[in-house]
């Protein structure tokens, strides 16, 4: 799973809660008897698949490497052998992702040009450069207007009064914390504020340092540090970088002072502005800032390569059978790196997501020896660079190789598997009409629908079937619950191995019986969606099927 700020909570449990984590370090001989312990046939193959892609041959299977590659090539393997068709590129299982790596190659350049003449603004007091892989020498000059949050939505118009087109478009990062959990995770994200701001015609965007702390709002001092950090996108076919609304690029961030600059002359003052902002879902009003705004920069561009892999199964319904199912999760895990108290190095990513694509496997050849086929047709979805930004499902987002139209997508990341799960949460289900098909599924093998038990970490938008949902398509995400036991396993996942070089077979306790029956219940899942008469279908009103334009939605 793509990271996640780990919530404050977490560190002020009673070390009862992590009693799982208290086990001494392991000799390689008893860590071997745990790895090679005898298990029923049905654990066991789900299990094998893990052993390999989390072996430390794998180096942490980190999107770009070879040993990415390797893991690529062995699930390719897998779907040949559940009889699934190639859905890559020339015949092959693999898609290939031209990715790029991109940091901001030198200070850049911002001055403001007003009444009161030109204000070079200070790099790293006033400004910090955004990097732009779509155009890597940067040169605009154009008027700024003031949007608030940038948020269009939820009865909010920032934009209300205001002509942002051929303009810069300023506003704060975050949301109102009134907003419900996943859409104001939605309206947090600076391609969301993108989105919007394109709608209005604006040509680039530039973030306020917020006056207040909350969602996505971080004080530039902090973010000084990284401001050339790398950071990864999928190609465009000219060699450049995608960015996430072609044409409205991030110019950067401007603080406080930077702000002030920026505001000189405005008929509303900074210090206006910078008050209001104090208070939690302030209003504001939208406003034209007088003078232009010239923005220079250069960002440094690396090409890499990786994979998709794209197994498929078509549907014996020739009246459905365009109609396709998409089942995905990441291959990708974070690689190598700091080492632990043991000196381990590699970031293995069992749970995360070496399960994940195991279930994948496995759901594949339960479609194979089903005596019925589907009706409509499955692709099995094994994407990369998911922990870069979840850029692999953005890509293939962008460039589906299916014949049809992708109607619904399942996705599996990090299925924290160390109990036995009484309940599973689906983020997402309450938006579509996917959510009574996952309640009939689990209630077949007793398994209810739960809360979300990380609530504050935005989880709906941080996994691959995000990208699925902004093409309109009908999506949820699946985790085991936090009821009975799963409370305390979920805590101690992710205080002691999420994103750890600890998250490997014969440290993570991991339970594979629970691994069978989470896999039987997203079985039952696609199954069901796969041969319902109706397709799925956006409950109406629904924002989000609303927002990106999805069937039933209007």
Do not use: C
């Amino acid at each position: 799973m793509r990271r996640l700020s780990v919530p404050l909570f977490l560190a002020m449990l009673p070390a009862a809660a992590f009693a799982q984590d208290a086990t001494p370090a392991q000799t390689p001989a008893q860590k071997n008897a745990i790895i090679n312990a005898e298990l029923p046939a049905d654990q066991a193959a789900l299990k094998s698949h893990v052993m390999f892609l989390a072996s430390d041959a794998l180096k942490g299977r980190e999107a770009g490497s070879p040993e990415y590659d390797i893991a690529a090539q062995y699930v390719a393997a897998q779907f040949y052998a559940a009889g699934l068709k190639p859905m890559g590129d020339e015949g092959s299982y693999l898609q290939k992702v031209p990715l790029v790596s991109y940091k901001a190659a030198d200070q850049g350049s911002m001055l403001v040009t007003g009444k009161r003449g030109p204000v070079t603004l200070t790099f790293g007091e006033d400004y910090l450069p955004g990097a732009n892989p779509e155009s890597p020498t940067f040169n605009l000059t154009a008027p700024v207007v003031f949007v608030g949050y940038g948020i269009e939505g939820l009865g909010r118009n920032d934009y209300k009064g205001i002509n942002a087109k051929g303009k810069i478009v300023a506003f704060f990062p975050g949301a109102p914390s009134s907003f419900p959990e996943e859409e104001g995770a939605h309206f947090s994200s600076a391609a969301s504020k993108a989105e919007i701001a394109a709608r209005h015609g604006a040509v680039g965007y530039i973030q306020l340092e917020s006056t207040r702390t909350g969602r996505g709002s971080y004080p530039v001092a902090m973010m000084r540090a990284s401001w050339d950090r790398p950071r990864v996108t999928w190609g465009n076919p000219n060699g450049t970088g995608h960015i996430a609304v072609p044409g409205v690029p991030s110019l950067g961030i401007l603080s406080k002072a930077g702000a002030a600059k920026l505001f000189a002359g405005a008929r509303t003052p900074w210090t206006t502005i910078a008050k209001q902002a104090e208070k939690d879902g302030a209003v504001f009003k939208a406003i034209d800032l007088p003078g232009k705004l010239t923005v220079t920069s250069k960002t440094a561009l690396t090409p890499m390569t990786s994979y998709n892999v794209a197994g498929y199964l078509p549907g014996s319904d020739p009246k459905l059978a365009g109609e396709v199912v998409v089942l995905s999760g990441h291959l990708d895990h974070v690689g190598v790196g700091k080492a632990n108290a043991q000196g381990d190095t590699i970031y293995n990513g069992a749970l995360d997501d070496a399960v994940g694509i195991a279930s994948l496997i496995e759901e594949a050849k339960r479609f194979k020896n089903a005596e019925t086929k589907p009706r409509r047709s499955i692709l099995f979805l094994a994407v990369t660079a998911e922990e870069k930004g979840l850029i692999g499902s953005d890509y293939y987002a962008n460039h589906p190789t299916v014949p049809g139209t992708i109607v619904a997508n399942v996705n599996l990341d990090m299925p924290i598997i160390t109990y036995k799960f009484q309940d599973v949460v689906v983020y997402g289900a309450q938006h579509s009409t996917l959510g009574p098909i996952v309640e009939k599924a689990g209630a077949a093998i007793g398994v209810t629908l739960s809360e979300d038990p990380l609530p504050g970490e935005s989880i709906f938008t941080r996994s691959d079937h995000y990208n699925f949902v902004k093409k309109g398509v009908p999506s949820v995400f699946l985790w085991p619950g936090a009821g009975g036991p799963g409370r305390a396993a979920i805590d101690d996942f992710m205080k002691n191995h999420y994103h750890q070089a600890s998250d490997q077979i014969g440290i993570v306790p991991i339970n594979w019986e629970s691994g069978v029956r989470f896999v039987d219940v997203n079985y039952r899942i696609a199954r069901e969606i796969a041969d319902g008469d109706q397709r799925p279908m956006w409950n109406k009103g629904d924002f989000f099927g609303t927002f990106y334009n999805g069937p039933g939605a209007k």
